[in-house]
């Protein structure tokens, strides 16, 4: 209602600073809505998703103030998070599984909008704004999954970025400007990160300003049997009912993740190992169906499954209010649409479940996935390890200043145990790291371990070491040096 | 939105109410949210970051002949947040009146410069404000408030080994640092 200063009954202060600000038509106008037909459950999606984008930057916020964006320091930086920040796990948990939730509050909000036609009768830019927004929102997930450099992230970020190069002329330069060379690496993080901090998130904002703007110039459509352009039917104000809807559901999103991050925190896997030739990515499962249908697309073929298809369906999606433009509303009298949308949706959970029942079937798949999946809760299980600052006395090479432990370097690469546990210990995907053994066995045990391995080792490929007295000393002495 | 008197004062009376459960409710749940964004972000304040351990000072056997003070370099390992560094940190190995070995820090109790013994006049002298400590350390005179600092010690294997820490500067009494 507008203001009226005849009987205000507004405090002096609330006066005073109206007065200056216009807060209180500002309000007015937020919570005075008209909603054609009244408040609904179904509408408060929207509310939802801008609750959610508000809970990411928030988290994002915050965990940017651990986090540093350089492939060398990346994962140190988000197992600190992870392991050692009070609270950290929690937070970085809320953040990775709101892209999730986002995700899934956007598609019903996608499909309400589709189902009750709210995008006819004016309402092109409000369509317009929501796809862009669509858009940015898979391009934040896409951005993000990459900063915590462990090797899902790492080798799903591979293969995304490889699908660029299909793009016909400009596939590799693409490539190349997104991953700032033709190798994934810092740069490509540093361009990652700046995309999922600054711009992309600056879109964001934009677009959700002319996504509003646009929808409370147009109005709220209302029911599925009211005119889009000149509602008749008695309408109530968003504030209270709708607003108490939209916020219980908020609430509802906020328990529901505080929830998920409590009891499932989010794992970290073990840093991103680029020689390693047996990880099998797997992207975030929002993007399994993509990942799936591009698998069925080979040679010359890529182009149509790749560009000419999904450009399409693209197109469809975003000239939908364009196409789509008589006035009915109601599901079942617009078979054509409703069912094509049906279609997608279904297809799209469909390639989903026929990817997992092909990585299931396939025993050397479902074996590696398995592996994959017990080398990250190994690594989420052990205690985080400080980074040797580059300004320190110590460096590797340095504890090599033991002439005995020079000596069992060259005994280790001799035997070639760099082979499996990699060049100075560090680990590969075949064998786990050596480095820091010495804190954990004194030098008889690891002597007892290299001449007759464990049960557990024989099994994971470790055969017994039989050396001369003084090599084995020698070898031990170099593996105890490592840390 | 009603438009007759009695249903704006009807809705006015309801939305006020409904104002304070929302103000009530929101206030609730924003406070449980900021009290895992308040412990995170006073995480590198509130947790002990440096922990204690035991360095090599060297084999007991070359200070079994000690007739003045010795400066030794100490490797620490220094953690900050997600890294940590390995400095070296100066002390001096030095018997006391019984005739037990004792690692000294370097750190004057006044001020905080490094002491260095001084040969010729037979004590250590600080030479920021000219404090002076004996050879095992007790302060014989200046400004410092106390005696240089003794470090924890222990010898395995035939080594020396110390736990090297840092104290409060300008206080009569030893005081440990994080």
């Known amino acids: 209602m507008p203001a009226n200063f005849a009987n205000d009954e507004r405090s002096g202060f609330r006066q005073w600073l109206d007065r200056r600000s216009g807060l209180d038509s500002l309000l007015h106008h937020a919570l005075d809505e008209p909603i054609p037909g009244g408040a609904k459950i179904a509408y408060v999606f929207g509310s939802g998703l801008l609750f959610l984008f508000l809970s990411q930057v928030i988290t994002g916020v915050f965990l940017a103030m651990y986090y540093v964006p350089s492939a060398d320091h990346a994962h140190t930086t988000v197992a600190y ?18 892209s999730s939730a ?6 019903l909000h996608l499909t309400q909008t589709f189902l009750y036609g709210s995008y006819k009768g004016r309402r092109e830019l409000v369509w317009l704004a929501g796809c862009v927004l669509l858009a940015l929102m898979l391009g934040m997930a896409f951005t993000g999954y990459l900063l915590p450099w462990d090797q899902k992230a790492y080798f799903a970020t591979t293969v995304g970025t490889n699908i660029l190069s299909e793009v016909p002329w400009v596939g590799n330069a693409l490539k190349k400007l997104l991953r700032g060379g033709t190798e994934m690496g810092t740069l490509t993080l540093s361009r990652f990160f700046v995309l999922h901090v600054f711009l992309i998130p600056a879109f964001i904002f934009a677009f ?58 989010a794992e970290l896997g073990p840093k991103a190992d680029p020689s390693d030739t047996q990880f099998l990515p797997r992207p975030e499962w929002y993007y399994i169906p993509v ?3 591009l698998k069925y697309w080979r040679g010359s073929a890529a182009v149509l499954g790749i560009l000419v298809i999904p450009g399409i369906l693209g197109l469809l999606l975003v000239g939908l209010p364009f196409f789509d433009r008589s006035l009915e509303r109601r599901p079942w009298k617009r078979p054509i649409s409703v069912g094509l949308f049906t279609i997608i949706l279904v297809g799209l959970g469909g390639l989903g479940f026929a990817s997992h029942r092909e ?16 080398d990250t809760a190994q690594f989420m299980k052990t205690k985080f390890e400080p980074e040797l600052s580059g300004g320190s006395l110590m460096s590797q090479n340095a504890a090599l200043s033991n002439p005995e432990a020079t000596k069992g370097k060259a005994v280790f690469e001799r035997e070639g145990c760099n082979a499996c546990h990699g060049d100075n210990g560090i680990g590969t995907s075949a064998a786990p790291k050596l480095v820091g053994v010495g804190g954990k066995y004194d030098k008889p045990k690891l002597q007892a371990l290299l001449r007759s391995p464990t049960d557990k080792m024989t099994a994971g490929g470790m055969t017994a070491v039989e050396l001369k007295e003084d090599e084995m000393k020698e070898l031990v002495s170099y593996l105890d040096s490592l840390n | 939105m009603s438009s007759s008197p009695e249903g704006q004062s009807v809705s ?29 972000t006073l995480h590198p304040i509130l947790s002990r970051t440096t922990e204690k351990s035991w360095s090599d000072v060297g084999n007991v056997d070359e200070f079994q002949n000690l007739d003045a003070p010795v400066k030794k370099l100490v490797m620490i390992e220094q953690r900050d947040g997600w890294r940590k560094t390995v400095i070296e940190k ?32 037979n004590k250590f002298v600080c030479p920021c404000h000219l404090g002076m400590f004996s050879l095992d350390g007790k302060l014989l005179g200046g400004p410092p408030p106390r005696d240089m ?17 840092f104290f409060r500067q300008l206080t009569r009494d030893k005081e440990e640092l994080a």
């Open chain 1, 208 to 265: 959700v300003a002319m996504h509003v703007y646009s929808f409370r110039k147009a109005g709220a459509a209302g029911p599925v049997g009211e005119d889009p352009g000149r509602p008749k039917l008695p309408a109530e104000p968003f504030y209270p009912k709708q607003l108490v809807m939209d916020m219980g559901f908020a609430m509802l999103i906020i328990v529901a993740l505080g929830f998920l991050a409590y009891a499932w925190p």
């Open chain 1, 291 to 293: 990942f799936q249908y």
């Open chain 1, 81 to 98: 998070i992870t392991k050692e920040v009070t609270g950290g796990s929690f937070l970085r948990s809320i953040h990775a599984y709101g």
């Open chain 2, 90 to 121: 100066p002390v001096y190995v030095s018997k006391d009146s019984k005739g037990e070995l004792i690692v000294l820090s370097a750190v004057c109790t006044h001020l905080g410069c490094a002491v260095p013994w001084v040969e010729k006049e």
């Open chain 1, 359 to 374: 990585d299931m079937r396939n025993p050397g798949v479902a074996a590696q996935l398995k592996t994959q999946q017990e």
């Open chain 1, 102 to 107: 986002i995700i899934i509050v956007l598609l």
């Open chain 2, 12 to 40: 006015l009376g309801r939305r006020s109410f409904l104002v304070g459960l929302l103000a009530a409710g929101s206030t609730a749940v924003g406070a449980l949210l900021a009290i895992p964004l308040a412990r995170f």
């Open chain 2, 149 to 165: 600092d003794c470090l924890e010690t222990k010898v395995e294997d035939g080594v020396l080994k110390t736990q090297y820490q």
